[in-house]
């Protein structure tokens, strides 16, 4: 497409031209670094112009609506930025050339105004400021098209992963047998309520649906499972340092976005604050992004890499898009996480995949101390997101849904992440270099819950406690409890109890 047939308008944040629909290119890390906050994202553009059909390839095995002609279209965008930002250097150049010609002139002649070479040397730099005054807010709107469009971009894929959706995906390894009972296995949420562990039913008016609470020994078990999350990753791994990452990110959606997010794109999976009181300010889905927003706009030393941290925090998800799991405690909008995050060298390219694999041998160590079977699936194109350049989930085998549930997943995100936030490293001779980012989760607190009751529950209706956990919950069996659980009398009810006399005898 020529640039005439083109004719491209810039209006606020959208583009429209005469061959495509419109296109939302709002980019809040945009926004956030052309307001000074940070530096542009360093995208490798040189691989996307150089190696295009390579670089379509790898996007249409992607889930998303990321196509080969939008690739084109960055590529094109992204030229004619260059060609814009050549000239500007060129002019500018020129500019200084002129400015000291001048300069002399007066230094030498006494009526300076006067002589030839100064109208024309006046005469070239009013025309180059005039061609100036329009090639930067040219550069300006190309800029901020080109970021909008180029950072929806997929990572690269390793050449071993899958192509295709989810059913492609490939078992590495099966660990621990599936356990037998001879009774029919109930599911987490009915052993939950005997057990007094959790509560959902009738919470709507509380705090809407998929809302829950976890009671007694439900609440330690959390607490319980945290702890040894924490501790097993503290003695295993030397120098791993435990962040408290906020709850609150300001503005979490350009961190997303740096991390390969979508905070525009998918809005009904955040929750945000009121944007009239607080603008952009959400709650964390994950621990990732805040301990990704930790290292943003800094440069790790290289005596220090690779740099392992750990961080718990609640999660925050909306999960108004699926109508999967209502019930119960696979799919809620609140839960606790023990996150695992990595930062690495990129001097030999194996840095990082090395760091994935070590971050799986302590999820595994994790998941068989609790005694799961489980099953660790190398993940198809269509379920890497953006940022994953490869990905691997956990499932644990969840006899009350007689089926694999995933409870984990760990991603090698390369130099995706470090580009957008600036995350370098410190080389030994002093020079920055791009690290490489690797995150897995070693605990999400719900679904190893669910795996944990479903796997270890037995014909009596207790639950055993695996030894490991045992020392941190303080108990080999969870049991029924003593008490007499509460009872609802409120308004739905097929049968309702007569309510109390008032006592009049006071008025």
């Not at 308008?9 to 307001?35: A, D, I, N, P």
Request: charged residues 25%; proline residues 6%; glycine residues 6%.
């Amino acid at each position: 497409m020529s640039p005439g047939a083109r004719q491209l308008l810039l209006v606020g944040t959208k583009v429209f031209t005469h061959s495509r629909s419109t296109h939302e290119v709002r980019s809040s890390l945009y926004e956030h670094v052309r307001e000074g906050y940070s530096d542009k994202p360093d995208l490798d553009m040189r691989l996307v112009c150089e190696e295009t059909d390579k670089v379509i390839a790898n996007v249409e095995t992607r889930k998303g609506d990321l196509r080969g002609a939008d690739v084109r279209e960055i590529v094109y965008v992204w030229q004619q930025l260059e060609a814009v930002r050549k000239e500007i250097s060129h002019l500018e150049k020129q500019k200084k050339v002129i400015s000291h010609r001048v300069r002399a002139l007066v230094v030498i002649a006494p009526y300076f105004v006067q002589i030839p070479e100064f109208k024309e040397a006046t005469k070239e730099g009013r025309e180059i400021r005039h061609r100036l005054s329009q090639l930067y807010p040219r550069e300006s709107e190309l800029e901020e098209e080109h970021y909008g469009r180029a950072l929806r971009l997929p990572n690269t894929t390793h050449p071993d992963v899958p192509i295709g959706d989810e059913s492609q995906a490939r078992v590495v390894e099966l660990v621990g047998q599936k356990p037998e009972f001879d009774f029919k296995p109930r599911g987490h949420l009915e052993i939950g309520e005997e057990l007094g562990l959790i509560r959902q039913r009738r919470l709507a008016h509380v705090s809407g649906h998929r809302s829950y609470y976890l009671r007694g020994v439900g609440a330690r078990l959390q607490s319980a499972l945290q702890n040894f999350a924490l501790e097993t990753l503290q003695q295993r791994v030397c120098k791993i340092p435990f962040t408290l990452p906020p709850y609150l990110c300001l503005p979490l959606s350009y961190i997303q976005e740096g991390c390969g997010m979508q905070p525009h794109a998918h809005r009904s999976q955040v929750y945000s604050l009121d944007p009239a009181c607080f603008p952009d300010l959400n709650l964390a889905g994950t621990g990732e992004v805040g301990i990704a927003g930790y290292f943003m706009d800094h440069a790790v030393n290289w005596k220090d890499l690779p740099v392992r941290s750990v961080c718990s925090s609640t999660c925050y998800r909306a999960e108004t898009d699926t109508g999967r799991e209502t019930w119960g405690l696979y799919r809620v909008h609140h839960f606790n996480k023990v996150e695992m995050f990595g930062v690495t060298a990129d001097e030999t390219g194996e840095e990082s995949s090395q760091m994935l694999e070590e971050f799986l041998s302590l999820q595994k160590e994790i998941f068989s101390s609790l005694e799961l079977h489980y099953r660790v699936l190398d993940m198809p194109t269509q379920e890497l997101g953006r940022p994953a350049h490869r990905k691997y989930d956990i499932e644990a085998w969840m006899p009350g849904r007689d089926s694999y549930g995933e409870i984990s997943s760990g991603s090698n995100c390369t130099d995706y992440q470090s580009r957008r936030l600036n995350i370098l490293y410190e080389g030994e001779d002093g020079s920055l270099h791009y690290a490489h980012t690797v995150n897995a989760t070693a605990c999400a607190i719900p679904r190893t819950i669910i795996a944990i009751l479903e796997t270890h529950q037995t014909k009596e209706g207790t639950v055993l406690v695996p030894p490991a956990l045992q020392p941190f919950l303080g108990l080999e069996v969870i049991e029924k409890p003593k008490y007499i659980p509460l009872k609802y009398i409120g308004p739905n009810q097929p049968n309702r109890m007569p309510r109390p006399v008032p006592n009049t005898s006071t008025l």
